[in-house]
């Protein structure tokens, strides 16, 4: 499993599993069990998914060591409006049963808040409840105000990126500042066309791969950390499967030029949660 290091020198999976709508628990844990099998070693939940429970089950029953898994969990809006992040993220290590998380991330930038709230995460990650802290859904403003605010540079910023949304902007300013950036949705979500795209289906064609590996693999060759979703075993199996081939500069060039700034999810400055 290729991993990829942060900038204070923790290494993370680059392929991690998102349980985001893994509502049903029975289902959740059956996926979470099968893919720690497969070899998956990053999982990322939220306190707003209602399922820490289940990962930190499926975590303890897998019998593999805690420290061999990168887990990640954030901290949710109406924490960060209350200001009780120590107790916010205190209540997510009990839920998932651990001492600690990998990576903390604060889930929106919540306007009015979110530079009060990064010292706050600055003292949950100096008392050693999480080996790194970061950001998602962070637009170049916010990160700039936090650089020259506040001691710490976020380690990781979570972002919407598949093809159609390439996000290259905030890559590239992400990348300058040493914040690694992360893929939610890489796969569009199941809410496009995506992965019947025509430019897409050509290129999955050449590798005899599927479109949903091509749209992971054109991350993970742009350095993207990337944490696709399924609760279905074969597709855990295929997301997985995406280090046995590489797409050429060509066909990266190609990927790029499908996107059209299209957002399935809210905008940053915009959202009402
Ligand atoms: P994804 O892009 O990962 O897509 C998931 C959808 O694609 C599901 O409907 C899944 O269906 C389907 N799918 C999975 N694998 C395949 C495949 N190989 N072929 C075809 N379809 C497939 O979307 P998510 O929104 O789940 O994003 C991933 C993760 O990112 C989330 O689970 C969550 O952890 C995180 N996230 C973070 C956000 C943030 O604000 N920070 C916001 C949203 C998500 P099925 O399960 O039925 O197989």
Request: aromatic letters at 8%; charged letters at 25%; glycine letters at 6%.
């Amino acid at each position: 499993m290729e991993t990829l290091k942060l900038n204070n020198g923790v290494e993370i999976p680059s392929i991690g599993l998102g349980v985001w709508k893994m509502d049903d628990a029975t289902l959740a844990y059956k996926a979470i069990r099968f893919a720690l099998d497969l070899g998956y070693r990053h999982i990322d939940t939220a306190m707003i998914y209602k399922n820490e429970e289940v990962v930190g089950k499926a975590i303890k029953d897998s019998g593999i060591a805690r420290e061999e898994i990168f887990l990640t969990t954030k901290l949710w809006n109406d924490d960060q409006r209350s200001g009780k992040v120590t107790e916010a993220i205190n209540a997510s290590l009990k839920r998932l049963n651990t001492e600690y998380v990998d990576l903390y991330l604060v889930h929106w930038p919540v306007k009015e808040t979110y530079i009060s709230v990064w010292e706050k995460m600055e003292k949950v990650y100096q008392d050693g409840k999480t080996k790194a802290i970061g950001v998602s859904n962070y637009q170049p403003y916010h990160l700039d105000e936090l650089l020259q605010k506040t001691e710490i540079v976020p380690s990781v910023n979570q972002i919407e990126c598949y093809p159609y949304l390439s996000q290259e902007a905030v890559i590239t300013y992400c990348k300058g500042k040493g914040i690694h950036p992360e893929a939610w949705g890489p796969l569009g979500a199941g809410k496009t066309d995506i992965l019947t795209n025509p430019i897409m289906q050509g290129i999955a064609k050449n590798h005899n791969k599927s479109t949903a590996q091509v749209a992971l693999r054109w991350n993970l060759q742009r350095g993207v950390i990337i944490i696709p979703k399924s609760v279905h075993e074969n597709r855990l199996s295929e997301n997985f499967s995406i280090a046995d081939f590489s797409l050429t500069a060509e066909e990266m060039k190609q990927i790029n030029r499908l996107d059209k700034n299209m957002r399935l999810g809210p905008h940053p400055d915009n959202f009402d949660f």
